[in-house]
């Protein structure tokens, strides 16, 4: 295990929890980069210093190096700033999108500078109707963007936003010649009033894929990117806030009361009768475990590993069994993302660590005991 604190900012409560990390759509195996979107929002903080920061990392996680800062004017650290935020990368690495409660914007860092260049992407804005329950925002500000999802090519968007009692909307985008992100409308609403909280393309690698799984507070939906027609995910069970979603080897989720992994095409089941070490010497829990997190091994489709309220779980075989990371500090740990080599980065309240969890070292080895050779 390897902890790692090199993320900038002040190092107070959560800065160096990764919030939410991006791959690129187009990797190139040789240059395995990765890219983390980190917060430096603690109330010991002066709101004039407080930012948000993307790093990028060559090593698997080992070491980030900043290369963009975002300052208060693209934020809110006063409404629930710091969980909820997006963050999708173009072909290449040169470009960025980041979600926050002020919207969504496109970054473009630039060489040798923390400061990027900024540019607002459009947006619904909080409506002069009054609001069903008060808020903490004024009619013409931006509604608060969260999803974020972008083709393989670059060339295609979408955004889903959505705040407190106003209905979640899904925009579509178009990048134009000139680079900047052209709004082509809004998509059907999807069938519930709950937050919009992941989002994945049925293939990440195809420029045209045919669906996107959206993940909300209550439930986890399908939309038919050529019908305009919205499903639910077959075996989600009710109330299920679907915090994460993974599409590696048929959609896995991880959800508020627990896992679920691929049983068909748009169909999952839950984890029902693995258990999970809950505390370090004892107890068991069942499978209503609160994640927040899930990956799954490219090159080991059998391999997972999910974070949770209660620490950090892997399975080696396809969710049948599980075990808790009992080297890593307690906490609630948020985001995972594996490497090619088969380590893991998880990320939460406690910090970001380096894990090795299937390495041959981990596995334990029964030795086989030779016949005894039988004289004639």
Not at 34 to 43: F, H, K, Q, R, V
Not at 222 to 233: A, D, Y
């Amino acid at each position: 295990m390897h902890q790692v604190t090199a993320f900038p900012g002040s190092h107070q409560f959560a800065t160096d929890f990764i919030e939410t990390i991006a791959t690129d759509p187009e990797p190139d195996d040789d240059d395995a980069v990765i890219w983390g979107l980190t917060a430096d929002l603690s109330e010991s903080v002066p709101p004039q210093q407080q930012a948000m920061y993307i790093s990028k990392s060559a090593d698997g996680g080992a070491t980030w190096t900043p290369i963009a800062r975002l300052d208060s004017r693209y934020f809110n650290a006063q409404i629930a700033e710091g969980l909820r935020n997006g963050l999708a990368v173009l072909p290449g690495g040169d470009e960025f999108v980041v979600t926050t409660q002020r919207g969504a914007f496109q970054v473009v860092p630039q060489p040798d500078s923390y400061k990027p260049v900024v540019n607002a992407i459009p947006g619904p804005r909080v409506p002069d109707t009054p609001p069903k329950i008060p808020i903490p925002k004024k009619s013409g500000e931006p509604v608060r963007a969260n999803i974020v999802a972008i083709t393989a090519d670059g060339q295609h968007m979408i955004i889903g936003y959505g705040y407190f009692d106003l209905e979640p909307q899904i925009f579509e985008y178009h990048r134009s010649e000139n680079g900047t992100w052209i709004e082509d409308g809004s998509l059907p609403p999807p069938p519930t009033e709950m937050d919009l909280l992941s989002i994945e393309f049925d293939d990440p690698q195809n420029p045209n894929p045919g669906f996107v799984y959206v993940g909300t507070g209550d439930q986890a939906y399908v939309l038919n990117l050529r019908t305009k027609q919205w499903g639910r995910v077959h075996g989600v069970g009710p109330d299920s806030a679907i915090h994460a979603m993974s599409v590696v080897g048929g959609l896995h989720i991880a959800a508020c009361w627990g896992i679920y992994d691929p049983a068909g095409p748009g169909t999952v089941r839950r984890v029902t009768n693995a258990h999970f070490l809950l505390h370090r010497m004892s107890d068991e829990t069942g499978s209503n475990l609160r994640t927040y997190g899930i990956d799954v091994d490219p090159a080991r489709p059998n391999r997972e590993v999910v974070t949770s309220i209660t620490g950090v779980y892997v399975s080696a075989d396809s969710g049948e069994s599980w075990k808790r990371l009992s080297d890593l500090p307690d906490g609630e740990y948020r985001s995972v993302h594996f490497n090619s080599d088969g380590s893991v980065i998880v990320s939460g309240m406690p910090g970001t660590f380096l894990v090795k969890p299937f390495s041959e070292a981990c596995i334990p080895r029964l030795r086989v005991r030779e016949r005894p050779a039988v004289h004639n």
